[in-house]
T-cell receptor
């Protein structure tokens, strides 16, 4: 059955390194969301796209984070340079306008 | 902007009993209220949702009620089972599709 896939599932890196997380949304979905989940902050929306166009990335630290959709089958979230406070689980979700968001399994990022 | 508060943060109930989780929202223009369940190591998954033109919706053992006047909505789980143990999130949405999330409730079902 159709599901959102994310890679990698786990990432351990050192402070200052670049991290790229990838997401394949469900085919046919026109909205893509990036969330960050921590114990302290819960689910934070970082960015979302509709029809591959970024509509809101106000939740993202602009100096180090960037999100793109190079095509309809791939969304990327990049952190450069990474910092220990970026350690969290990053979720990608996709959906259709005004409907359910389908979440991927997440990428657990640890920055040492 | 919209703000969603969720209570309690942790709820422990005996298996077979009912569980109720409550959320309040601040923007009266919000018109869509989903509930998501997150199991350990997985992403959240939609379990039930309600739109502002409906007061109550049921799906087997789960139900959601909405009070637009008071701006609160609740999740009700009856006859709780061990597999109901998870973190539950409420959310609210305006006419766009961006969800404003509650902080989550960890539901523990005691055998």
């Amino acid at each position: 059955d159709a599901r959102v896939t994310q890679t990698p599932r786990h990432k351990v890196t050192e402070m200052g390194q670049e991290v790229t997380m990838r997401c394949q949304p469900i085919l046919g979905h026109n909205t893509v969301f990036w969330y960050r989940q921590t114990m302290m902050q819960g689910l934070e929306l970082l960015a979302y796209f509709r029809n591959r166009a970024p509509l809101d990335d106000s939740g993202m630290p602009k100096d180090r984070f960037s999100a793109e959709m190079p095509d309809a089958t791939l969304a990327t979230l990049k952190i450069q340079p990474s910092e220990p406070r970026d350690s969290a689980v990053y979720f990608c979700a996709s959906g259709l306008l005004r409907a359910e968001q389908f979440f991927g399994p997440g990428t657990r990022l640890t920055v040492l | 902007g919209e703000n969603v508060e969720q209570h309690p943060s942790t709820l422990s109930v005996q298996e077979g009993d009912s569980a109720v989780i409550k959320c309040t929202y601040s923007d009266s223009a919000s018109n869509y209220f989903p509930w998501y369940k997150q199991e350990l190591g997985k992403g959240p998954q939609l379990i039930i949702d309600i739109r502002s033109n409906v007061g109550e919706k049921k799906d087997q053992r789960i139900a959601v009620t909405l009070n637009k006047t008071a701006k609160h909505f609740s999740l009700h789980i009856t006859e709780t089972q061990p597999e109901d143990s998870a973190v539950y999130f409420c959310a609210a949405s305006l006419s766009n599709y961006q969800l404003i999330w509650g902080a989550g409730t960890k539901l523990i079902i005691k055998p």
